[in-house]
Every structure is written in structure tokens, then in C-alpha cells.
């Protein structure tokens, strides 16, 4: 077996004016505790370091700027590196990203995978984008990533990390069983996934009681259409007035959760995630060479 034992570290709610350096102690602190429980792995949620920002609309593009990180490592998450490096854990966690590509500069929903070493192996870029451009005064609050963020270009890839394929997605992408399909097209036998996302959804709150049930839904689903593990990982509880759900889950290959965070705070859940289990799912219902038929799905590839 290749058991990775895992931690989803979900975080409590981060205040506007919270310091990177504030959310970075909260993180070692959950990283300390998962050293504890011997874990190999710990996955943060999606924008670790500070407020779910795109729900403010802020005309001076300066002030946007100002949470966004134009290095990684740098000296706010310094001590987070250093201290899973001593510890030997590897890490992911998410944060809006400045970056030079193709001569420009872009703006994107990242989340990076660090090795045990202390070496980023992985960038991953968020592809869905939710929410709208323009500031839309009848909300309660705004939901402003199709403003503050690029597409990624990049789309959906994995990593050789602890002796199997890891690969990432974040928030929105959890929904779109694409996601999951590329992630296992490239070989992902465990999925990490970070999410922000409001319990009142303004475009249609007739479904705001189905938040939790929608997010178990899309991560248990894609587990267990593709065989592999999925890690859904919050940042939750009241932020800024605005209501975030918690539910952080481990899922199986089967699509059964194994653990499951009960607080809306910072708190750790552990699994061992066996990677060797996703054979039960993909040498079997979901064995892509013998039962996919990409020649029938020509219609998802199109625009
Ligand atoms: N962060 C993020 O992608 N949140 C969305 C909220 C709903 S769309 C406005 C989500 O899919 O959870």
C-alpha cells in the first residue's frame, strides 16, 4: 500500500485587516498539530493568507494589489517553509498571485504544492472563475473574481509527491466534474482542493440551504467518478459579515468521507489515504481504457 496520511487543515475566518503574518502563525500552529499526528501532508484552503477580498469592490487598483503576493516564498510565509521543512511535511495552500507570462503581468487564484524539501513542485492557476466583473450595488455583498483575476492559461496538471500523482483545483473548479477528469487524465490519485464559498449565494438563495450539501456532492462525485482521493479543504465561519461554510472532508476513492472538520474554525482532520485504493474504483466501474469513449464526448472539448 502507499498511504499518504493526510491533514485538512480548515481555517476560521480572516479579518480584513488580519496580517499575512497573523494567518501564517495560525497556519504553523495546525501544521504543528498535524507534525503530531505524524502526518505527511497538509492542505490549506483556497486565499490562506488573507479575507475573501473580491467580496469588496475597490476602484484603486493599488488597493487590490495589496493582497496579492509577487513572491513565493517571501518574508510573510517564510516561517511556514522553514517550519515544514524542519518537520519534513509537505504543503499546499492558496494565495492571489502576481506574476510575469507571455511579457505581461497577470493576476491569478493560485494555489502551490511544497514538498517535504521545501520546494515548490507544483502551481496550480484557478480555471473557473465564479462571480461577475462589474460591481453590482443590489448584492449584499460582492462576489468580484472575474475582475480581480485571470483564467489560467494553464489548466490541469499533477506531480510525483510522496510516492504517487497530486494534483490541485481550487474553490469553483470542485464543481465542474472536468476538473476531476483532467486531474485523473493526468495520472491525480489524490485531488487538493481549497474552497471560500458564502452559505447565501445572491443570484439564486433558494438554493442557500444547499451549500453544504452541493459541496459534498461535487467532491464525493468526483472522487468517485475518477477513482481518486479528494481533500476539500474551507476557509470558514463568519468573515467580515459574511457567512462561509465549513464541512472540510476527506473523500475516499469510493466517494465516502472519512473525515469530516466539525468546527467553523481553524482545525485539522487526519486520514490515512491509501493511494493504492483508487484500483478499486478505476480497474473496475471506472476503468477509463476499457469503458471511456472519448469519441462520444467530442461536444466537451468544443466551445
Ligand atoms: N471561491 C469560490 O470559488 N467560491 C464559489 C462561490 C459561489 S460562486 C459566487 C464556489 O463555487 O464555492
Known amino acids: ?74 518574508a510573510a510565509t517564510a516561517p511556514l517553509f522553514a517550519r515544514a521543512h524542519a518537520l519534513g511535511i509537505a504543503f499546499s495552500f492558496g494565495y492571489a498571485e502576481i506574476c510575469r507570462h507571455d511579457g505581461r503581468l497577470h493576476h491569478f487564484n493560485t494555489s502551490i504544492l511544497v514538498d517535504g524539501a521545501g520546494q515548490i ?24 473574481e472575474k475582475r480581480y483575476f485571470d483564467p489560467s492559461p494553464f489548466g490541469f496538471q499533477s506531480v ?24 485523473a487524465l493526468s495520472g491525480a ?16 438563495p433558494e438554493h442557500d440551504h444547499l451549500q453544504d450539501f452541493h459541496n459534498h456532492l461535487s467532491l464525493q462525485s468526483g472522487a468517485y467518478a475518477n477513482g481518486m482521493w479528494v481533500i476539500g479543504v474551507a476557509k470558514a465561519g463568519l468573515e467580515e459579515g459574511c457567512d462561509l461554510i465549513g464541512g472540510s472532508a476527506i473523500v475516499a476513492p469510493t466517494g465516502e468521507i472519512i473525515a469530516q472538520a466539525r468546527t467553523l474554525g481553524d482545525e485539522i482532520i487526519v486520514a490515512d489515504c491509501d493511494l493504492a485504493r483508487c484500483a478499486e474504483i478505476r480497474t473496475n466501474i471506472f476503468d477509463f481504457a476499457q469503458h471511456r469513449r472519448p469519441d462520444a464526448y467530442k461536444r466537451i472539448a468544443g466551445r
Not at 513542485?121 to 468580484?144: A, S
Not at 510522496?162 to 469553483?172: D, E, F, S, V
Not at 470542485?174 to 483532467?182: D, G, I, L, M, V
Not at 490519485?189 to 439564486?204: D, Q, S, W
Open 160 to 183: 510525483d509527491l510522496l510516492g504517487g500523482k497530486i494534483g490541485q483545483a481550487i474553490c469553483n473548479d470542485r464543481r465542474w466534474p472536468e476538473t476531476y477528469r483532467e486531474l
Open 1 to 74: 500500500n502507499r498511504v499518504v496520511r493526510t491533514a485538512a487543515a480548515q481555517m476560521g475566518p480572516i479579518a480584513r485587516d488580519e496580517p499575512r503574518a497573523s494567518a501564517v502563525a495560525r497556519m504553523i500552529k495546525l501544521l504543528e498539530q498535524a507534525a503530531r499526528d505524524k502526518v505527511d501532508l497538509v492542505v490549506f484552503p483556497e486565499l490562506t493568507l488573507t479575507s475573501f477580498f473580491p467580496r469588496w469592490f475597490m476602484p484603486d487598483q493599488s488597493e487590490v494589489d495589496a493582497y496579492f503576493e509577487t513572491e513565493m516564498p517571501n
Open 189 to 204: 490519485e489524490m485531488a487538493l482542493i481549497g474552497y471560500n464559498t458564502p452559505r447565501h449565494y445572491p443570484p439564486a
Open 121 to 144: 513542485i507544483d502551481r496550480y492557476r484557478k480555471v473557473h472563475l465564479p462571480g461577475h466583473t462589474n460591481h453590482e450595488l443590489w448584492r449584499p455583498f460582492q462576489h468580484l
